[in-house]
């Protein structure tokens, strides 16, 4: 018997006012089956139901989320409808896309212990499971560190951790890497590999970013969004996977077959493909030179400067960004990328240093409403901007206080993710779906200075592209749009510019040929494939084979 089944299961969820069942499911006569040791990667569009998925395998659907379940969902021979998710501590861990929410405890090792104290394990068991972890996760140094001190890729090492001291046989994993820099999102891939080659730990993951996760899966499940799910072998999925990361969809473009799922292996198959002649070493200064972009002044910064206590974020950093550009900013987690944003929207610290929007003003010296319509910055956290009761009031009050047309705001939303109610309760919607409902809301006044910090956290493929061009769009009105983001392949196809930033301090910046390519961490896999060559995007491979 597999370690999980599930047969012919369906979920169907109540309405939180009349408890009627939807008409729809979410998920509808699934049935599959995980083996032990399987590394098994979860993928579908934003609120398909992979969250559903999961929440089977560690009971919390429906004992925490509610709904009927019918079918069987067996975990270790366990029937999930009469366990809860506290009888199953001792064979499934789950992990949720923030680490930090999850914490109890202040420190490292106390979070490791803090299971296995719940469990009444002795003593002398828990301090040598504890010490294991630490080894096996890379983390021995950071024991006694505070977690909220911790970077985000160490904050989900130690999530992980916290849950692999009970010794369970699954591990959920949900959008492990979403808030990661590249280099952080592989030490955590590395140690979940690590867990299931060596110690023969299941691992069941769902992640939007395909591109960093497919290459070391064993199956892939994907939920359709219509209810349905399949579950086969990474290459059969991927042959005509709606989702699919840009080696896949490159592939595709250039008849690989069978199609590769590793940087290695693509580059290996690329040897049996011609590539136009223009793709020549020679002519890789030209396109990496880029197009010049200047233009009238949207924002500038002049020595700028951000502590916090002692702690220096952003660093004497003086900066420039023009109306009708795309500009992204890129680096590692802690690198000052958030704290530059607030400090140029005016709402966060600024220690010293002046900053000047295109008429000269100081967005700091505008009462809040101006400062929104001058400079508006959308947040890592941007379920917080959204206080309604409905989808649907939040939409009709972003028009109201933008000045735009009923139903800007909603047809927005509708561009990113389509299909979502507008009756829906906000906290109802998934963490992609909330994001882009708060994109939409800030974005309908169409002020002249947009900032967005991570934007594609919990967005598919599709909201991305949506996204993409919703934002190449506002730069062609004229409007400045500065990013910050860990994701490689967004990056890659909307910047105009690339900005570096560590330790508070910008150390690179140029166009966006010339700066991913250079960087092996910020490098998008089409770039990784076709180097020497300098093209960056699957749509720029397409364009030259057009040409």
Same mark, same amino acid.
């Not at 250079?518 to 998008?524: D, R």
């Given at each position: ?46 609120? %398909? ?44 861990? $789950? ?22 104290? !719940? ?42 951790? =916290? ?24 030490? $955590? ?72 799922? =590793? ?63 795309? %500009? ?9 990328? =958030? ?57 009709? !009050? ?150």
């Amino acid at each position: 018997m597999s370690l999980v089944e599930l047969r012919d299961v369906t979920v169907t969820y109540g309405d939180a006012i009349s408890g009627e069942l939807a008409a729809t499911p979410t998920l509808r006569d699934v049935n599959l089956g995980i083996e032990e040791g399987e590394l098994v990667l979860v993928i579908g569009p934003t609120g %398909s139901g992979k969250s559903t998925l999961l929440g089977l395998l560690g009971a919390q659907v429906p004992h925490f989320t509610g709904g009927q379940v019918d079918g069987t969902v067996l975990v270790d021979g366990r029937d999930l409808r009469e366990h809860r998710p506290r009888d199953l501590s001792d064979i499934v861990g $789950v992990v949720g896309q923030n680490p930090l929410a999850g914490f109890v405890t202040d420190t490292v090792e106390e979070e490791l212990a803090y299971a296995m104290e !719940q469990m009444g394990l002795p003593p002398a068991v828990m301090r040598k499971r504890v010490e294991e972890t630490l080894d096996l996760l890379g983390i021995a140094e950071l024991r006694h560190a505070n977690l909220r001190d911790l970077s985000g890729g160490q904050q989900q090492r130690v999530a992980i951790g =916290s849950v692999l001291t009970a010794h369970p046989r699954l591990l959920v994993l949900d959008e492990p890497t979403s808030a990661l820099d590249p280099t952080g999102a592989e030490d $955590v891939l590395a140690a979940i590999s690590r867990l299931v080659h060596d110690l023969g730990v299941t691992v069941v993951v769902a992640e939007h970013r395909i591109e960093r996760v497919i290459h070391l899966a064993d199956s892939i499940i994907e939920v359709t969004g219509d209810g349905t799910v399949r579950h086969d072998d990474p290459a059969r999925i991927m042959a005509d996977a709606a989702i699919a990361p840009p080696i896949v969809h490159l592939s595709r473009l250039l008849g690989l077959d069978p199609v590769p799922l =590793s940087i290695r292996d693509a580059r290996r198959a690329m040897r049996r493909v011609p590539l136009p002649a223009h793709a020549s070493v020679a002519d890789r200064g030209a396109v990496l030179a880029g197009p010049s972009v200047t233009g009238p002044r949207a924002i500038e910064a002049k020595g700028l400067i951000v502590r916090y206590g002692e702690v220096t974020a952003v660093s004497d950093v003086s900066v420039r960004f023009e109306a009708g550009t795309v %500009s992204v900013i890129m680096g590692r987690n802690g690198s000052g990328k =958030s704290s530059l944003l607030w400090a140029l929207q005016g709402s966060g610290v600024r220690t010293s240093g002046d900053v000047r929007t295109g008429d000269g003003t100081d967005p700091a010296d505008l009462p809040p409403p101006e400062r929104r319509r001058a400079v508006t910055l959308v947040p890592q956290s941007a379920g917080d901007l959204l206080y309604l009761e409905t989808v649907d009031q939040e939409c009709a !009050q972003s028009d109201e206080e933008s000045g735009a047309a009923p139903g800007t705001c909603a047809a927005l939303l509708e561009q990113m993710v389509p299909g979502i109610d507008p009756q829906t309760h906000p906290r109802d919607l998934s963490e992609g779906q909330r994001l882009a409902l708060v994109l939409a809301v800030q974005l309908t006044g169409e002020p002249p200075v947009v900032m967005l910090d991570e934007p594609t956290r919990g967005l598919d493929y599709a909201a991305k592209d949506s996204l993409r061009a919703e934002v190449r769009r506002m730069a062609a009105a004229g409007q400045c749009v500065i990013i910050s983001t860990h994701d490689v392949e967004f990056a890659a196809g909307v910047a105009d510019r690339v900005l570096v930033m560590a330790e508070g301090e910008i150390v690179a910046d140029g166009p966006r040929h010339e700066i991913l390519v250079s960087s092996p961490a910020f490098a998008p896999q089409v770039g990784k494939i076709l180097a020497p060559a300098p093209w960056l995007t699957v749509d720029e491979v397409r364009e030259a084979l057009d040409g």
